[in-house]
Nanobody, 121 residues
């Protein structure tokens, strides 16, 4: 049974940092990604590690967020620095068998339950 378990969310002030983790159980994916869902908005892609190790970010987080992956621990990370109030939302880990999925919700088969990130001004 595939299970993705996120951790590391919390509440911080603007300018602060958080590190999210996503442990994958029963599954070794090819591509993994982070998504977020701001309050009252659609889920959106944040960052993606493709099957070849290449990385994509949404424009608004470039230079502030860093996605990384530990293949030995089967864990995905998201280091978030210089956080802004607009980064507030539920953050989800996602995984898929494909090597080069697009950073859209429909591209990913497996999902975690999410971890809340709240950034206050």
């Amino acid at each position: 049974q595939v299970q993705l378990v996120e951790s590391g969310g919390g509440s911080v002030q603007a300018g602060g940092s958080l590190r999210l983790s996503c442990a994958a159980y029963g599954y070794t994916s090819t591509s993994m990604a982070w998504f977020r869902q701001p309050p009252g908005k659609e889920r959106e892609g944040v960052a993606l590690v493709n099957g070849d190790g290449s990385i994509n970010y949404r424009d608004s987080v470039k230079g502030r967020f860093t996605i990384s992956r530990d293949n030995v621990k089967n864990t995905l990370y998201l280091q978030m620095d210089s956080l802004k109030p607009e980064d507030t939302g539920m953050y989800y880990c996602a995984a898929d068998w494909r090597r080069f999925p697009l950073l859209f919700q429909a591209e990913f088969r497996y999902w975690g339950q999410g971890t809340q990130v709240t950034v206050s001004s």
